[in-house]
């Protein structure tokens, strides 16, 4: 709604927005005493998750809920309310609006569906009803959405009493809540928080460019990502995502690309998707970073947040076997970056390192077997990476803990002395040397589906991303987001020198 | 080597190299009382994972290992030796072979790299006096691999103590031995065993052409993957494939497609990678199905597994969210498939069952939370299933047990009563209605990287598998698996079509 903001580089809409996220107080609209229903499911997430300030249930009843008072409208409660949560029909949400803004609420989430999205003209109508009540007093997210989940503010999703607490420098904005949903659940098993998650629905008021412009001026976040339908203002979108993109990393997926995802993205929210060709130019031009689905986006955003600001497309590859080196080859060239051969005398001390036949001291460097001594893998790691010839390391299908070795029966194929230390090696050298080392840990690798080896692998995963080094299942899935943040960040200073 | 099995389809070398997966004797030649060694590791694994015939180590230091007498040379064992496991320097190997053929063995694997591959004149040396040796009274896997896993027959891989008892009908060749190691491994999580695993080397005899020969004739085996960077005989290789995929699904990866992967073929395997075009005509002119890498492979081969022989592209998709319909829809459609709007009464029944607003009736169906109760679930597969108007059918983002909504901290969503069978649903509904039903589970869900929700999630994967219906983590991986089914065998109607 508010353009004045695009002047002011996002300041006005960073503070007109703060009630959303950061709310003193919150009412709860549309409760009962059946804790199954979202009304109170909700108030009772928002008491779970930890929500620091008042809390006001509101339902028709009155009666108390959860140790609070239930009042029977927004009129009765003698506080100053800063954000409302309604959950009240569809056919009675513009009125309850009309009730908030009486009452001088300031941001509004609007969770009913039953508005455009049904398709039908009583949908249509209600909605036109509901604009009818925008005057710039407050802003609002939705209606037919799963909100906002903002941990610093202490503030969830519905359903978001599992959410993690732990506030990060990741946004994620979304149409769909769902998809907003297992982006926030997930994204720690990737290694990074979120700062802020929104699911928007139909944008009534507030949309994805809107919301876009408040990621921009947030301080608390260092990177975007973004799953769109269809935008309500596609210029308004454009222009926003080339302004962000050149000072924080903004990771897009658009969905709807295909001629039946467009039929269901249009039943979905009633947007229209657009063509591929349009917005493959648009994003490009925007100097976004383009994916195709919630694993590649979860995949890109870790990349983004462990890495450096890095240009490099040189990668030296460390694993155990040649059919796996061949794979990576493949792979890595396929993501746009690659693999070069090292220079003799790298080549030479890697060489002395290893088995005099059916290793490779080239680059993939191929140990051989996946359980190499930390000796070794050390001397390795520290010939490339000293080297100068690459600008960052993989390590795949090397098992990386003894404890690992042992769950997955490999403790008989190699001596155990001096083990312990293994999985430190690639901390050691990425703090040493300053280069970015990713390690790939294999999933499904024990044939029993032992879950203590599972067990073993998320806690060495978990492990590795508390000493800042990014872990991916695949090596394809590594290269595919090493790939994409080098390419943001070339593309960023090819623009910069464009522009001096 | 032999061309004559190609007239006797297969039926010549399927006797010819039984005694490479079902030997009654081995002996391994190498070993030393160093149990970190292969060759003596190899004899521990062989038995610990249970191989019933006779056990020779055979050592130029004699003496007793693991509790069996050690032989100085093959020659000097007394009993008939089916199959010599072949672990002594790249050297002394051909001199071996010669003992071998003297003592009137019929198969080797000859496990020693520092041949060809090593691109040195030495090597190419050694391997040209090795294939001197080969007269017809023997076949030989190798040299560079790490050999034959045949469950049914108690043989194993080097190191493959911890590769799986049970025998399936899946048999996977591989010139790698890496990724040999990872399918056996993994396979089972994927919900299907190997019936044999090979892991062929510099394929000096016995070829990758060769050993689909075998198992185009193996009845164990319903089901070939195959893992090619650049084949001996690729014309043979060409043909036989033709032959085998109008028989059995043959799903190929090939390595080394880019030209930085076909560098790295050609210093692990000494072979010429062949270009991207040549290649896709060739496989797509042989009718196997092409992926791209182990996952996809794995995917891909589970999908033939569960699924019954199927031409059906219309798909029926059942969810929770909307954004997630979009991105199913996108998926579904890049591989291949549809998913059809329903008629009006089918719509009609399943809109019945959902609550009035938020949800989706139309395919893909939107049940609006990941949480509906069974009765809902159980009356939208039988629409759909019973409507005739889609051929398999993906459940997705949809908690299927109890106790994962309950770790999962969702039980408070929801009122509990009836949900224990909730998990029976796809099951009950691919039985009675003779429909695939596909289940996807999300990993990485709970944001505390929860042990016990991963293992009720592999708990869950496993039951559902073991009732025949096929589990991916991603509906794209789902579809992209579907997909290839489905064009697999309308390519096979289609060309009995042109031939009828």
Known sequence: MSEKSVDSEGTGIYEELRPLFFPR??????????LWKPGSSMLRALQRFGFPGALYPVGGRGGELLGLQVRRSVGEIDDEIELAFLFVPATVLPAVVRECKQKGVRGIIAFTSGFSETGTEEGRALEAELVKEFDGSFRMIGPNCLGVYSPAGGVTQHPGEGYPRKSGEVAFIAQSGGLSEDFARSSPNFGFYASKVISYGNACDLNEADLLEYMEADPDTGLIGMYIEGPRDGRKLARILRRTAAKKPVVVWKGGLTPQGASAASSHTGSLAGSIEVWEAVLRQAGVVQVGGLEELLDTLAAFHFLPRHT????????????TSVAASDASYRAGLTLPHMTAPVHDTIASLLPPVGASASNPVDVLAPFPSPTVLKGILEAM????????????RIVMSTELRRLMKYADQTATEDEEWLSEVPITIQKDFGIPVVVVLREHL???GDVAVEGERIRLRRYYQEHDIAVYPTADRAFRALGHVVGYYRQVERRAGETA
Request: net charge negative.
């Open 25 to 34: 107080s919150v009412a709860v609209v549309g409760v009962s005493q059946d």
């Open 312 to 323: 490099d497309l040189r990668v030296g590859y460390v694993c155990a076997g040649g059919g």
């Open 385 to 396: 990476a000293g080297s100068g010839e690459v600008g960052a390391i993989v390590i795949d």
């Open 446 to 448: 024990d044939p029993d």
